[in-house]
């Protein structure tokens, strides 16, 4: 058991990954300035960890940038933070195009403070949110942890500044144990449909714009482009369960809090690709609802592909994947079904 400082934790990993903490025994002060979240999904974790787990659990709202939200929540546990899991931060790939100066603002200086804010507090542990995206183009399908890492646009540029940080500062004091995972593409919702992803506006993303249109949200899918170089046409991603990866981090944070101070790199993907035109294929079966769609050009920035190679992760953590894409289609399905305007819908 350990106290924990989770920013960012009312998000879509943020929510999954607390519920998993809180389960593991550990103590959570969620920081969120609810940017993009809701404090419904902080309420429904509490719900479904159990009356036990919810005293072990504080919601403080707060931003990253600022030192005194810092302060409060580093001194809102008797016995100080032990570590800190940094989801906090913007992440539309399109939005970080028009609006650079936000993105390295909130994800860079926003970590930078956050760090100072460890460094003041006597805190050495991280396990922070990096991207597949700081992959840009991949060279190598599957993609190792040492591809280059050449990021294609401002959003990929702030989460390949913060890791370089991270280096930075593990090189300049020993003590220091940060784990920077790399995640695929996160999808899917814990199984009970309590929580889930909760885009605000159109999404961007393929999963949730898949189950908007299966609920009757949104009237047809824009498959962009049916002409990549991968098996049936459309784009190859590595789909990872929400659930796979908060236990991923549950995995990291045991790893670094045992063994000696060190930096990690790792890809968090299952290591299977699978195409735009597959998915809405498995969600129509998960769902029984037709998910019409129409082929559009190719999206400005996409690679044809992009999974990952997941061995080292398994290695360091003996963490792998274990729900498939039926799996991850059914729990959205589960959770868009039962909320279907997100957390707006019903308040508690
Ligand atoms: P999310 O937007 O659901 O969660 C981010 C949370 O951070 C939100 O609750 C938001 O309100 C909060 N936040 C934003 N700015 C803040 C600030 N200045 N101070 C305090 N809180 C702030 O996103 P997510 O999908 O849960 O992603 C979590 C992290 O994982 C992000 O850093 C993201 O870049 C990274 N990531 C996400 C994906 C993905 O596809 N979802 C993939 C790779 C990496
Ligand atoms: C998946 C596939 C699209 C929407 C993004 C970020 C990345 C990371 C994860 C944060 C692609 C296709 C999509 C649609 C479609 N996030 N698609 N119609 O682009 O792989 O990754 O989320 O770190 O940084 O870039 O995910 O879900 O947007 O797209 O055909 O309406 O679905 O072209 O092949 P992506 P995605």
Redesign the pocket.
């Known amino acids: 058991m350990a106290e924990l400082l989770i920013t960012g934790g009312a998000g879509f990993i943020g929510s999954h990954t607390c519920l998993v903490l809180l389960e593991a025994g550990h103590r959570l002060v969620i920081l969120d300035n609810f940017s993009n979240s809701s404090a419904i999904a902080s309420k429904r974790v509490a719900e479904l960890a159990g009356v036990a787990a919810q005293e072990r659990m504080l919601v403080l709202e707060g931003d990253i940038r600022n030192s005194n939200d810092l302060d409060r929540a580093f001194n809102s546990m008797e016995n100080g933070i032990a570590a800190v899991v940094h989801f906090a931060g913007l ?1 539309a ?1 399109h939005e970080s195009v028009q609006l650079p100066l936000k993105y390295w603002d909130v994800n860079v200086a926003g970590s930078r403070c956050l760090l100072e804010a460890m460094q003041r507090h006597n805190c050495r542990t991280i396990v922070f ?1 990096s ?3 700081l992959y840009g183009y991949p060279e190598q399908i599957p993609i190792p942890e040492t591809t280059r890492v050449q990021p294609i ?1 401002p ?2 540029q702030s ?1 390949a500044a913060v890791e370089q940080l991270l280096d930075d500062l593990a090189c300049s004091e020993p003590g220091w144990r940060i784990a920077r995972l790399r ?5 899917g919702a814990h199984s009970s449909g309590c929580i889930g992803e909760d885009p605000k506006g159109i ?5 949730p ?2 189950s908007q249109v299966a609920v009757g949200r949104r009237a047809e ?5 049916a002409d ?1 170089p991968t098996p049936d046409g ?4 590595d789909y990872i369960h929400v659930m796979d990866l908060a236990e991923g981090h549950r995995a990291a944070l045991e790893v670094l809090q045992r063994e000696e101070p060190q930096l990690l790199t790792l890809n968090l993907g299952s290591g299977k690709g699978h ?2 035109l597959e ?1 809405v294929q498995a969600f129509e079966k998960a769902s029984g609802q037709p998910v019409p769609y129409s082929i ?1 050009q ?2 400005a ?3 044809a592909c ?1 999974v990952a190679d997941p061995r080292l992760a398994a290695e360091r953590l003996g963490w792998y994947t274990q729900r498939s894409l039926s799996d991850m289609c059914r729990d959205s399905w589960n959770w868009q079904k039962a909320n279907p305007q997100g957390y707006s819908q019903k308040q508690q």
């Open positions: 992440k790939v949110s991207s597949a995206t646009n959003y990929g989460k995640y695929f593409n996160p999808v999404p961007n993303n393929l999963f714009f898949v899918l824009q498959v962009f482009g990549w459309s784009g190859v991603r195409s735009v998915v559009n190719r999206r920035g996409d690679a992009s």
